[in-house]
């Protein structure tokens, strides 16, 4: 069986969640940073967009690896009626 | 938005839309006594929705029509900034992450219906439990008038005024108000999946027509509005940025708490059902506000210079020309707008069952008849569910002159349960007391800033101002007020990890 996991037990899981937003919102650019154009994003919402999809691919990630409490004993109930 | 395009063709999709609507609530209802004489059976489907339906009812839930209607104008108007759209609504599985995997499992332990068994359970305070109940039905029946307003006009606008404005809310909520008394959650999660397929594909179609007109090129989209409007493509000032950390927080604490997104994840038929749900529901924000707001920014070069009234119409007038390119766009805009009602009708389903559960629940089951049957408690919250909806239709055809602004409040109220909600979940000295306080304060700060109109002090939200003090004060009263040996050891069994009581 595997260990119980549960994400509010990780400080890792936090801090990265707060530096990826600190990244998002594009509070540490100048004034310059507009150009070049990427893809049709100014170079800041360019990249702000990128670390938006980390956060999502992040968040995804952790529900389904970081996550796991009543699961294995839930899915061997099922298994046992399943097989009754 | 008045649509030139559709007319007589719009009332032909918008009947087949609602008449698949009542054929999925009849057939969800069909042979399934448990649903009208049990409170799990009715409002949470008897706590066993799988992956698909859980999926879309979530989905269908938190992207409502106006995610659409309402989001892509404000790109418009904000320019690339409104980019911020993609990261508040990921945020929300960041807070769900918080407090879901735990309430999971005390929820499935206790039997629990509403959010609000939860509070009464952690804290035994009818104070709390009160104020609670109030602040989330207020915050519910605001998000259910606007859905209501949102359905006439978006009905209206696609039928070119073919049915006006008053018979589409009315005929729209009598389909809603049928298939959500026949088949209860179940109903409302199987038409989630109708409803949430056709907005995903409408938006992509939608995008693909506007990438189109302008020649599919967002680069000269971008460098013609760098030319016309700088503001819209340059770096956002601090205070904007200060404003996008502020909604991170309103969102998405807000977001997660609502009734019935709680108790969805009380309707979860497994832990694994419910981690699949939310990872697959992590990677949506892109592909729905973030589309919505690629073609918000398409518009700018479509329709320049529009003041804020006009480009409220922005959606109505990109799909005219979309319709117009040939007929396969112009079918699928039909379909779309169609598939915009049907959007709003779900969102508003799910808040009003939630609504009504906790009407049954929290007010009628607790304080008002415990004794009575489940029977007649599910009887009791259909029947004022359908009263609070008369209600809010009268309210929103005769807007009161004055105090409007108290029906805007909503996130800014519900978020004030927050703090009560996830610090119960781990902190064993939380006590009653300071919770209610905490609460009262946090409601009462973000209620009057929004009241007198001061909505955001340096970009922070009365909401968020009312939530920091909220979190002070719960934090200070129960350090300096603690709880005996007793009660902390009664909170650490009731947050336990077992699965069975």
């Given at each position: ?84 | ?53 859980l999926f879309f009812t979530l989905y269908a839930t938190q992207y409502s029509g106006n995610t659409i209607v309402g989001y892509a104008p404000t790109a418009y108007r904000s ?18 992450l918080l407090f879901a995997p735990r309430l999971y499992v005390i929820s499935k332990r206790n039997k629990f219906i509403t959010p609000t068994d939860w509070l009464k359970y ?41 049915i006006p404005y008053q018979v589409a809310v009315i005929a729209f909520i009598l389909v809603m108000l049928a298939y959500e008394w026949m088949g209860g959650m179940k109903a ?314």
């Amino acid at each position: 069986m595997e260990k119980m996991k549960e994400p509010i037990k990780k400080k890792w899981i936090w801090i990265g969640l707060v530096l990826i937003v600190l990244a998002i919102v594009p509070w540490y650019h100048s004034v310059k940073a507009v150009e070049p154009i990427i893809l049709g994003f100014p170079f800041w919402a360019f990249l702000s967009g990128i670390f938006s999809l980390v956060l999502c691919g992040y968040l995804s990630w952790l529900c389904t690896h970081e996550w796991n409490i009543v699961e294995d004993i839930e899915e061997a109930e099922k298994r046992k009626v399943d097989e009754q | 938005m008045n649509l030139a395009f559709s007319g007589m063709d719009g009332v032909i999709i918008l009947v087949f839309y609602a008449l698949v609507m009542l054929l999925i609530g009849y057939l969800s209802g069909r042979g399934d006594k448990k649903i009208h004489h049990s409170m799990s059976g009715y409002f949470l489907a008897g706590k066993n929705l799988g992956f698909i339906a859980l999926f879309f009812t979530l989905y269908a839930t938190q992207y409502s029509g106006n995610t659409i209607v309402g989001y892509a104008p404000t790109a418009y108007r904000s320019g690339f900034s409104w980019i911020q759209s993609v990261s508040f609504m990921t945020i929300i599985i960041g807070v769900y992450l918080l407090f879901a995997p735990r309430l999971y499992v005390i929820s499935k332990r206790n039997k629990f219906i509403t959010p609000t068994d939860w509070l009464k359970y952690r804290f035994n305070s009818k104070a709390v439990t009160l104020l609670g109940v109030f602040l989330m039905l207020w915050g519910l029946g605001n998000y259910l008038l606007e859905q209501l307003v949102a359905i006439g006009q978006a009905v209206a606008g696609m039928t070119g005024g073919t049915i006006p404005y008053q018979v589409a809310v009315i005929a729209f909520i009598l389909v809603m108000l049928a298939y959500e008394w026949m088949g209860g959650m179940k109903a409302v999660a199987f038409t989630d999946v109708m409803q949430g397929l056709v907005l995903m594909v409408g938006i992509l179609v939608f995008l693909g027509g506007a990438l189109y007109l302008v020649g599919g090129n967002l680069t000269n989209v971008t460098t013609f509005i760098m030319d016309s409007e700088p503001a819209k493509v340059g770096v956002p000032a601090m205070e904007t940025s200060i404003n996008w950390f502020s909604i991170l927080i309103l969102v998405g604490c807000g977001a997660a708490i609502y009734p019935h997104a709680v108790q969805r994840i009380y309707s979860a038929e497994s832990e694994k059902t419910l981690k699949k749900s939310f990872a697959r529901m992590a990677w949506m924000p892109p592909v729905t506000t973030g589309l919505v707001f690629v073609i918000g920014i398409i518009g700018i070069s479509m329709f320049p210079g529009l003041n804020e009234a006009n480009s409220e119409q922005l959606v109505g007038m990109m799909a005219n020309e979309i319709a117009s390119i040939n007929s396969f766009y112009y079918w699928v805009m039909i379909l779309f707008f169609g598939g915009i009602v049907a959007a709003i009708v779900s969102t508003a389903d799910s808040v009003l069952l939630s609504f009504s559960s906790m009407i049954s629940n929290d007010i009628y089951g607790n304080f008002i008849n415990p004794k009575a049957s489940e029977y007649r408690k599910v009887l009791v919250g259909k029947i004022v569910g359908v009263i609070a909806v008369i209600l809010l239709i009268w309210i929103a055809w005769n807007p009161p002159g004055t105090l409007y602004q108290i029906f805007v409040l909503k996130f800014e109220l519900l978020v004030q349960v927050f703090p009560a909600f996830i610090l119960g979940l781990y902190w064993k000295k939380l006590s009653a007391k300071p919770v209610f306080w905490g609460m009262l304060l946090g409601a009462v700060i973000a209620g009057v800033m929004t009241l007198t109109g001061l909505k955001t002090i340096y970009g922070i939200h009365g909401g968020v101002i009312g939530l920091l003090v909220n979190f002070g004060v719960v934090v200070i009263g129960s350090v300096l007020m603690p709880v005996s040996a007793k009660q902390e050891g009664q909170a650490d069994e009731m947050t336990s990890l077992k699965i069975e009581a």
